[in-house]
Protein backbone atom coordinates (compact mmCIF):
# COMPACT_ATOMS: atom_id res chain seq x y z
CA UNK A 1 0.00 0.00 0.00
CA UNK A 2 1.43 3.62 -1.08
CA UNK A 3 1.89 5.60 1.70
CA UNK A 4 1.69 9.35 1.35
CA UNK A 5 4.30 11.59 2.39
CA UNK A 6 3.99 13.53 5.37
CA UNK A 7 4.14 17.36 5.61
CA UNK A 8 5.59 17.36 8.89
CA UNK A 9 8.67 15.68 7.98
CA UNK A 10 11.42 17.26 5.24
CA UNK A 11 10.53 15.32 2.02
CA UNK A 12 13.55 13.61 1.70
CA UNK A 13 13.17 12.38 5.36
CA UNK A 14 9.71 11.46 4.25
CA UNK A 15 10.33 9.31 1.00
CA UNK A 16 13.55 7.14 2.64
CA UNK A 17 10.86 6.68 6.01
CA UNK A 18 8.40 5.39 3.45
CA UNK A 19 9.80 3.80 0.99
CA UNK A 20 11.76 1.29 3.92
CA UNK A 21 8.33 0.88 5.59
CA UNK A 22 6.20 0.65 2.55
CA UNK A 23 6.77 -3.39 2.12
CA UNK A 24 6.51 -4.01 6.37
CA UNK A 25 4.47 -1.09 7.20
CA UNK A 26 2.52 -3.07 9.30
CA UNK A 27 4.64 -4.92 10.92
CA UNK A 28 7.03 -2.07 11.41
CA UNK A 29 3.50 0.27 12.73
CA UNK A 30 2.92 -2.83 15.55
CA UNK A 31 6.69 -1.96 16.49
CA UNK A 32 6.77 1.56 16.83
CA UNK A 33 3.16 1.28 18.66
CA UNK A 34 4.69 -1.32 21.78
CA UNK A 35 7.30 0.83 21.97
CA UNK A 36 5.36 3.69 22.52
CA UNK A 37 3.49 2.17 24.78
CA UNK A 38 6.21 0.73 26.89
CA UNK A 39 7.49 4.75 27.29
CA UNK A 40 4.59 5.92 28.25
CA UNK A 41 3.97 2.72 30.44
CA UNK A 42 7.74 3.58 31.98
CA UNK A 43 6.81 7.08 32.03
CA UNK A 44 3.93 6.64 34.48
CA UNK A 45 5.61 4.50 36.87
CA UNK A 46 8.49 6.93 37.18
CA UNK A 47 5.55 9.61 37.38
CA UNK A 48 2.27 9.20 37.11
CA UNK A 49 1.11 12.43 36.24
CA UNK A 50 3.66 13.14 33.80
CA UNK A 51 2.21 9.79 32.18
CA UNK A 52 -1.24 11.13 32.08
CA UNK A 53 0.14 14.55 30.92
CA UNK A 54 2.34 13.15 27.70
CA UNK A 55 -0.78 10.55 27.51
CA UNK A 56 -3.32 13.69 26.93
CA UNK A 57 -0.75 15.30 24.50
CA UNK A 58 -1.11 12.01 22.29
CA UNK A 59 -5.29 13.19 22.62
CA UNK A 60 -4.58 16.78 22.23
CA UNK A 61 -2.57 16.09 19.26
CA UNK A 62 -5.02 13.57 17.71
CA UNK A 63 -7.88 15.94 17.41
CA UNK A 64 -5.48 18.91 16.06
CA UNK A 65 -4.37 16.30 13.37
CA UNK A 66 -7.78 15.22 12.68
CA UNK A 67 -9.07 17.95 12.01
CA UNK A 68 -5.46 19.78 10.13
CA UNK A 69 -6.65 16.52 8.12
CA UNK A 70 -10.07 17.35 7.45
CA UNK A 71 -9.04 20.93 6.25
CA UNK A 72 -6.66 19.18 3.82
CA UNK A 73 -3.41 20.47 5.43
CA UNK A 74 -2.12 16.91 5.89
CA UNK A 75 -3.01 13.76 5.22
CA UNK A 76 -5.21 10.89 7.31
CA UNK A 77 -1.80 8.96 7.97
CA UNK A 78 0.17 11.72 9.07
CA UNK A 79 -2.38 12.76 11.73
CA UNK A 80 -2.88 9.29 13.15
CA UNK A 81 0.59 9.20 13.63
CA UNK A 82 1.06 12.32 14.72
CA UNK A 83 -1.24 11.05 17.41
CA UNK A 84 0.04 8.18 18.06
CA UNK A 85 3.77 9.78 18.80
CA UNK A 86 2.97 12.94 20.12
CA UNK A 87 3.89 10.91 23.94
CA UNK A 88 6.98 10.83 22.70
CA UNK A 89 7.66 14.44 23.33
CA UNK A 90 8.02 13.28 27.63
CA UNK A 91 10.37 10.16 26.91
CA UNK A 92 13.25 12.35 28.58
CA UNK A 93 11.28 13.13 31.29
CA UNK A 94 12.29 9.56 32.72
CA UNK A 95 15.56 10.89 33.82
CA UNK A 96 14.17 14.05 35.66
CA UNK A 97 13.62 13.52 39.30
CA UNK A 98 10.00 13.33 40.26
CA UNK A 99 10.53 15.41 43.16
CA UNK A 100 11.84 17.68 40.43
CA UNK A 101 8.84 17.54 38.27
CA UNK A 102 6.44 17.50 41.34
CA UNK A 103 7.68 20.43 42.96
CA UNK A 104 5.09 22.90 44.07
CA UNK A 105 6.86 25.81 43.80
CA UNK A 106 9.40 27.80 41.23
CA UNK A 107 12.49 25.62 40.39
CA UNK A 108 15.81 26.91 41.12
CA UNK A 109 18.68 27.34 38.41
CA UNK A 110 19.69 23.55 39.06
CA UNK A 111 16.49 21.86 38.73
CA UNK A 112 15.52 24.17 35.43
CA UNK A 113 18.93 22.80 33.85
CA UNK A 114 17.92 19.12 34.70
CA UNK A 115 14.35 20.14 33.03
CA UNK A 116 16.34 21.75 29.85
CA UNK A 117 18.04 18.57 29.39
CA UNK A 118 15.16 16.08 28.81
CA UNK A 119 14.61 16.59 25.09
CA UNK A 120 18.52 15.45 24.73
CA UNK A 121 17.92 12.63 27.00
CA UNK A 122 14.31 11.63 25.22
CA UNK A 123 16.15 11.95 21.48
CA UNK A 124 19.07 9.42 22.88
CA UNK A 125 16.34 6.81 24.49
CA UNK A 126 14.60 6.86 21.28
CA UNK A 127 17.57 6.73 19.09
CA UNK A 128 18.71 3.63 21.01
CA UNK A 129 15.34 2.02 20.62
CA UNK A 130 15.51 2.60 16.84
CA UNK A 131 19.45 1.45 16.86
CA UNK A 132 18.05 -1.81 18.04
CA UNK A 133 15.02 -1.72 15.08
CA UNK A 134 18.29 -1.55 12.93
CA UNK A 135 20.27 -4.27 14.49
CA UNK A 136 17.50 -6.85 14.52
CA UNK A 137 16.52 -5.87 10.68
CA UNK A 138 13.52 -4.24 11.53
CA UNK A 139 14.49 -0.72 10.39
CA UNK A 140 16.70 0.78 7.58
CA UNK A 141 20.09 1.96 8.59
CA UNK A 142 19.26 4.87 5.81
CA UNK A 143 16.03 5.68 7.71
CA UNK A 144 17.69 6.06 10.99
CA UNK A 145 20.58 8.64 9.38
CA UNK A 146 18.04 10.53 7.77
CA UNK A 147 16.06 10.72 10.60
CA UNK A 148 18.86 11.92 12.84
CA UNK A 149 19.75 14.52 10.66
CA UNK A 150 15.95 15.88 10.29
CA UNK A 151 16.46 16.09 14.15
CA UNK A 152 20.00 18.27 13.87
CA UNK A 153 18.32 20.56 11.86
CA UNK A 154 15.03 21.12 13.25
CA UNK A 155 17.32 21.81 16.22
CA UNK A 156 19.50 24.32 14.43
CA UNK A 157 16.23 25.86 13.54
CA UNK A 158 14.45 25.99 17.10
CA UNK A 159 17.99 27.33 17.82
CA UNK A 160 18.07 30.52 15.54
CA UNK A 161 14.38 31.03 16.50
CA UNK A 162 14.73 30.64 19.96
CA UNK A 163 12.25 28.22 20.15
Request: glycine share 8%; charged share 25%; proline share 4%.
Amino acid sequence: MHRPHSVLMPHRVANTVLTVMDSRYDELKEAMLVAVGRFVAEIHFHDDSTGTHVESIGVVAGVIGRVMAARGLIDDWTAEWVERVAPLHGVGKLDVPSAVLNKRFSLDAEHWEVIRQHPTIGRQRITGVLSRMVDAGRLDPHCLESLRQSVDELDELAARTGR
